[in-house]
């Protein structure tokens, strides 16, 4: 039963992540100054999105029970899906209609600010990445006990 929970963990991550990821090109599409950030973040987000996939079919797999290591990511995951919850909430609170993005609508304004700085995206990538490492690495320790004992 604890490999339904971790899967559920991971598609709920997976799902955070698609979101973030359809941000990411809203503002890719209307911000003018920060393209190559985007597409760092973007590629991140992809990178890690493969990773959950993978996890997913592990976990959902009929030796999912048997991954104890990965079992034991709940943390992990939580911590990716709060670094992707406000990630989140950043990017579409300057998307909300109701805020500043109708006032600037009003004037005529249209150009839309990335809400990052490049030192900023620099962090949320390297921490993305660290969840990314953690999880590859734990699949990696249950694959080889699959392996070695199937």
Same mark, same amino acid.
């Given at each position: 039963?604890?490999?339904?929970?971790?899967?559920?963990?991971?598609?709920?991550?997976?799902?955070?992540?698609?979101?973030?990821?359809?941000?990411?090109?809203?503002?890719?599409?209307?911000?003018?100054?920060?393209k190559s950030d985007i597409e760092r973040l973007q590629g991140e987000?992809?990178?890690?999105?493969?990773?959950?996939?993978?996890?997913?079919?592990l976990l959902e797999s009929a030796d999912g029970e048997r991954l =104890? $290591?990965?079992?034991?990511? !709940? /943390?992990? @995951?939580?911590?990716?899906?709060?670094?992707?919850?406000?990630?989140q909430a950043k990017l579409q609170s300057t998307l909300d209609p109701?805020?500043?993005?109708?006032?600037?609508?009003?004037?005529?304004?249209?150009?839309?600010?990335?809400?990052?700085?490049?030192?900023?995206?620099?962090?949320?990538? =390297? $921490?993305?990445?660290?969840? !990314? /490492?953690? @999880?590859?690495?734990?699949?990696?320790?249950?694959?080889?006990?699959?392996?070695?004992?199937?």
């Amino acid at each position: 039963m604890e490999g339904v929970g971790a899967a559920a963990s991971v598609i709920t991550v997976m799902e955070l992540s698609a979101k973030v990821a359809s941000l990411c090109l809203q503002y890719y599409s209307a911000a003018e100054n920060a393209k190559s950030d985007i597409e760092r973040l973007q590629g991140e987000l992809g990178r890690l999105q493969t990773t959950l996939q993978g996890a997913r079919r592990l976990l959902e797999s009929a030796d999912g029970e048997r991954l =104890r $290591t990965s079992q034991q990511l !709940r /943390d992990g @995951l939580g911590g990716c899906s709060a670094q992707l919850t406000d990630l989140q909430a950043k990017l579409q609170s300057t998307l909300d209609p109701r805020g500043a993005r109708k006032m600037m609508r009003q004037f005529g304004l249209r150009a839309l600010k990335w809400p990052f700085k490049s030192k900023n995206v620099d962090a949320i990538i =390297r $921490t993305l990445e660290r969840y !990314r /490492d953690t @999880l590859s690495a734990a699949l990696l320790i249950d694959q080889s006990y699959v392996t070695a004992f199937t």
